[in-house]
C-alpha cells in the first residue's frame, strides 16, 4: 500500500508530465513571458531529471517525455541566448547548463556556452560563499576548471555554519526569532551544493551539523504553520542531505502533510504558499506558472526521500 508521500510525489511528477507543452519556451502560449524566466523553468526541469536519474528508481516513463524535451532544447543554440536578459545569469546558468545536459547532447552548443565564461568567472574573488559554492557545484559537474575553495572550506562560511542561532527580534520573525524566508533560502541551497541533494555527505563539522539541524527545524516550524509550501518541500530534502530521515521528525513530517493537504486533485501545489494559491478559476497557463515550482520541487522531494540514502555514511 502506498504511502501519503509516495501518492504526494506521483501526482506531482504526473502533473509534470501532462503539463511539459508549458516548459516549453518557444510553444506560441509562452510568448507574453519574460525570456530568462521561461529559460529558468526549463533548468529546474532538468535539475529534477538530473537528480531522478542517479537515483535507484528514475522514475521510468513520468520523466521520459520530459527528457526528450529537454534533449531538443539543448541542441538549440538559441536556448541559452534566453538568459542574456537576466542580470545574475553568468557564470551560474551556463555552468548549470553544461552540468544538466541532457544524455546525448552534441558537445558543440555545450562548448559554445562554456566559451562565453571569463577566468573572473571562476574565481572566487569579490562572491559571497553561497555563489562560490553554486560556481563549484555546476563547475564540478561540467568537467570546468575552476578557483573556487574546496567544499571543506565553503562548508564553514556556509549560511548553514554562520546563520546565527539565537533569536533577533529586530531581524527575525516578530517575536520569535527564527529566520527570514530569504535565509531559509540560503539554508536549503547551501546544503543542496554541499550534498548533491542527498547524494553525498555535507562537508559539516558536528558542531555545524547540529546547529544546521536546529535552524532547519526552527524553520520547518515556520513554514509550517506559514505555509509556505515550496520552502518546506526545499527544508525537508534538507534534512534528508543533514543525515536525518524527514519522515521520522516531528515538523519533517508535519510539512509532508502540509504539503499532502495543498495538494489539489490533479496533483498540482497550486502556489508557493496557501497566500499565493493560484484561484481554481485561473486559466491553464497562469496556473502553470504559479504552481510548477512547488509541484516540481515536491517531486523531487518524494524522489530523495524516497530512494533512501546511498553508500555515504549515515550522520
Not at 519556451?25 to 537528480?51: D, F, I, N, Q, T
Not at 551560474?92 to 547532447?105: C, D, I, N, R
Not at 496556473?287 to 553508500?311: I, Q, W
Request: aromatic share 8%.
Amino acid at each position: 500500500m502506498s504511502s501519503p508521500l509516495d501518492r504526494l510525489s506521483a501526482g506531482a511528477l504526473d502533473w509534470l508530465g501532462r503539463n511539459l507543452a508549458y516548459f516549453d519556451p518557444y510553444a506560441p502560449h509562452s510568448a507574453g513571458s519574460p525570456p530568462h524566466l521561461r529559460a529558468k523553468a526549463v533548468m529546474e526541469l532538468a535539475l529534477l531529471c538530473h537528480c531522478a536519474a542517479r537515483l535507484p528508481d528514475p522514475s521510468g516513463a513520468r520523466l521520459e517525455e520530459a527528457r526528450a524535451l529537454l534533449r531538443r532544447l539543448w541542441q538549440r543554440e538559441d536556448f541559452p541566448r534566453l538568459f542574456d536578459t537576466h542580470p545574475g545569469a553568468v557564470p551560474s546558468y551556463p555552468l548549470a547548463f553544461a552540468a544538466l545536459a541532457p544524455a546525448g547532447t552534441d558537445d558543440a552548443v555545450v562548448r559554445g556556452v562554456l566559451a562565453r565564461l571569463a577566468p573572473a568567472d571562476l574565481s572566487p574573488s569579490g562572491k559571497p560563499p553561497l555563489k562560490r559554492l553554486e560556481i563549484r557545484y555546476y563547475a564540478d559537474k561540467a568537467g570546468v576548471r575552476h578557483g573556487i575553495e574546496p567544499y571543506t572550506e565553503l562548508a564553514t562560511l556556509s549560511p548553514l555554519a554562520t546563520l546565527p542561532t539565537t533569536p533577533r527580534p529586530a531581524s527575525g520573525f516578530p517575536g520569535t526569532g527564527r529566520l527570514t524566508n530569504a535565509e531559509g533560502y540560503s539554508l536549503t541551497h547551501a546544503a543542496f551544493y554541499l550534498g548533491d541533494y542527498g547524494r553525498t555527505a555535507p562537508h559539516l563539522t558536528d558542531e555545524h551539523l547540529a546547529r544546521a539541524r536546529d535552524l532547519v527545524h526552527r524553520m520547518l516550524e515556520h513554514c509550517v504553520g506559514q505555509e509556505r509550501w515550496d520552502l518546506a518541500a526545499e527544508l525537508v530534502i534538507t534534512q534528508f542531505i543533514l543525515g536525518l530521515e524527514p519522515l521520522e521528525t516531528s515538523w519533517g513530517s508535519a510539512a509532508i502533510q502540509c504539503l499532502v493537504r495543498a495538494q489539489r486533485p490533479d496533483g498540482a501545489l497550486p502556489g508557493r504558499s496557501a497566500a499565493l494559491t493560484a484561484p481554481d478559476s485561473a486559466p491553464a497557463g497562469e496556473l502553470f506558472h504559479k504552481a510548477y515550482h512547488t509541484t516540481l520541487v515536491t517531486a523531487l522531494m518524494g524522489l530523495v526521500v524516497l530512494s533512501g540514502r546511498p553508500a555515504w555514511h549515515r550522520v
